[in-house]
């Protein structure tokens, strides 16, 4: 028994490594684009050389073919993620045949299209690393010997009496080496920056994913908050973007809309689920969620960058606010953009102590709280995407636990989440 479900793990095919994917990918396009270059320097070559001594209708053939195959594999590259090695195989043999039988016909060891075998060489050294090129350049020294010494059979033709000279062919042949081995240092320079930097999206990714979990988790305890961090964090993080902030303040932004309530982990549950106004006792509970988000949050290595907008972001524009009575521009503008964007959801969505506002009502408040509980400038940035609709508006809906939205703003008194 134990032998048969060995047997049946063994047989089991192994998933490819995404990020593996996304780097051969990566150098099958680079490789694609760099084909496609040599293919038009060589039609400009061959069509505008001052009257050549080869028949150019043969070259333009050739080229023709390689054109055919080169857009094919542009299309199997969009249509296939994951292209897998008989892909990269497959189109190295073919641009060597295209660079040798170019090279027969134009000349031999005196064509000018005999650069074409450096294509296959840096290709090979992208696709497949230092070995690999070495062998791809023997290989290719072995075609250009036997184009070479070929070519000049030819009956009838300019190439029967073309001389060499041995000097240029070993130099060539000592060049292709010498390309073989700089090209795959470099190509394994440029794929270790990219396999850096598609790890670090991967666990970016991941760091979003397990921080929206972690405050899915705290949101269960209170069906009306279900989805506000994720409805918060589109809000917030769009107007960061607005506000022309950088990429990673925009992540910090998001990360921060996120988390900004993990602290309530710490607020007992009778409190977080009280539907009426609270005690001055349990109103002082609840303004510890700011200083305890920071808290779990602050030592967690990639994340300490969050703390203070996690902290400051019931901070008022002017100094009302808690945990530290922070004004003005002395309060994160991440946690000033998310106190604005935490009211605004707040504010149109359902809670256990009131209904919705309604839309209209919601930017009503938002347009009185302007410069005195928030920041002017993000409300106007916030108003005028909201006017604008670039996010969509993700507000609340029955799937996510909040009943529709009123057609016409309700009369209940503003009130926002603490």
């Not at 690393?129 to 070479?148: D, E, M, Q, R």
Request: proline fraction near 5%; charged fraction near 20%.
């Amino acid at each position: 028994m134990l032998a048969a479900r060995n047997g049946s793990r063994k047989a089991r095919p192994s998933r490819p490594d995404p990020q593996e994917t996304v780097i051969t990918l990566g150098n099958e396009r680079l490789t694609g684009l760099f084909r496609w270059t040599l293919l038009i320097f060589a039609v400009i070559l061959n069509n505008l050389a001052p009257q050549p001594a080869y028949d150019q209708s043969r070259v333009n053939t050739i080229l023709i073919l390689w054109g055919v195959v080169c857009f094919s594999s542009v299309l199997l590259l969009f249509l296939h993620h994951n292209p897998g090695r008989a892909f990269s195989y497959t189109t190295t043999a073919v641009d060597m045949l295209v660079a040798t039988m170019i090279t027969y016909v134009t000349g031999g060891y005196t064509s000018p299209f005999s650069v074409l075998f450096f294509l296959v060489i840096t290709v090979s050294a992208l696709r497949f690393g230092v070995v690999g090129s070495v062998l791809c350049a023997v290989v290719v020294a072995l075609l250009y010997i036997t184009a070479g010494a070929v070519a000049p059979l030819q009956e009838g033709t300019y190439l029967a009496t073309v001389s060499f000279d041995r000097v240029v062919i070993l130099q060539r042949l000592f060049l292709f080496v010498v390309v073989a081995v700089l090209g795959s240092v470099m190509a394994r320079a440029l794929s270790s920056h990219r396999e850096l930097v598609t790890r670090r999206d991967v666990e970016a990714k991941l760091m979003t994913e397990v921080n929206m979990a972690l405050a899915n988790a705290i949101e269960a305890k209170d069906s009306y908050t279900r989805g506000h961090s994720e409805r918060l964090a589109k809000l917030a993080g769009a107007c960061a973007e607005r506000m022309s902030l950088s990429r990673d303040e925009v992540g910090a932004v998001r990360l921060g809309a996120i988390l900004h309530d993990v602290g309530k982990i710490g607020i007992p549950d009778r409190i977080l689920r009280q539907s009426m106004s609270l005690t001055e006792d349990e109103m002082a509970w609840m303004r510890r969620h700011p200083q305890i988000g920071a808290d779990i949050i602050g030592p967690v290595e990639g994340l300490h960058h969050v703390s203070p907008l996690i902290r400051h972001h019931h901070e008022k524009w002017d100094g009302t606010g808690y945990p530290n009575g922070l004004k003005g521009g002395a309060i994160p503008l991440g946690s000033r953009i998310i106190a604005v964007a935490d009211a605004f959801e707040a504010m149109v969505a359902d809670r256990i102590y009131r209904p919705s506002l309604g839309l209209e009502k919601a930017l009503d408040e938002l347009r009185t709280g302007r410069g005195s509980h928030f920041d002017p400038q993000v409300v106007d940035t916030f108003l005028d995407m909201i006017a604008n609709d670039t996010v969509h508006l993700p507000l609340p809906t029955k799937e996510q636990g909040q009943r529709p939205l009123p057609s016409r703003p309700d009369e209940a008194p503003a009130q926002t989440a603490a």
